[in-house]
């Protein structure tokens, strides 16, 4: 099972970046899928989660200006960031769990990389 996390790079703030999470080695569909960050000196938090075919939950911090996709066919979750902030800077990780989604990182068991997004002001 494998994740890869791509799509992050260097924006001005209040531009737009779409990360990508492609699965191999399963079908994901019936998995939940997660995505967190990680800011240089801080813990990961929680961005946003949810099944395939069901709700999504988004932090409050990126609620309204971050959106969740999926393509079922690519087995592949997309991030849609836009009104980026100089405060969404991080790594940002995907992850997968067989159960419902969570906002709880340890209780994803499969991670991707990690792709660096920096957001300048």
């Known amino acids: 099972v494998q994740l890869q996390a791509s799509g992050g790079g260097l924006v001005q703030a209040g531009g737009s970046l779409r990360l990508s999470c492609a699965a191999s080695?399963?079908?994901?569909?019936?998995?939940?899928m997660g995505w967190f960050r990680q800011a240089p000196g801080k813990d990961r938090e929680f961005v946003a989660a949810?099944?395939?075919?069901?709700?999504?939950y988004y932090a409050d911090s990126v609620k309204g200006r971050f959106t969740v996709s999926r393509d079922s066919a690519k087995n592949t979750v997309y991030l849609q960031m836009n009104s980026l902030k100089p405060e969404d800077t991080a790594v940002y990780y995907c992850?997968?769990?067989?159960?419902?989604?969570?906002?709880?990182?340890?209780?994803?068991?499969?991670w991707g990389q990690g792709t660096l997004v920096t957001v300048s002001s």
């Open positions: 080695g399963r079908t994901f569909t019936s998995y939940a």
């Open positions: 949810g099944r395939w075919s069901g709700d999504t």
């Open positions: 992850a997968a769990r067989g159960g419902g989604p969570t906002m709880k990182d340890y209780e994803y068991p499969y």
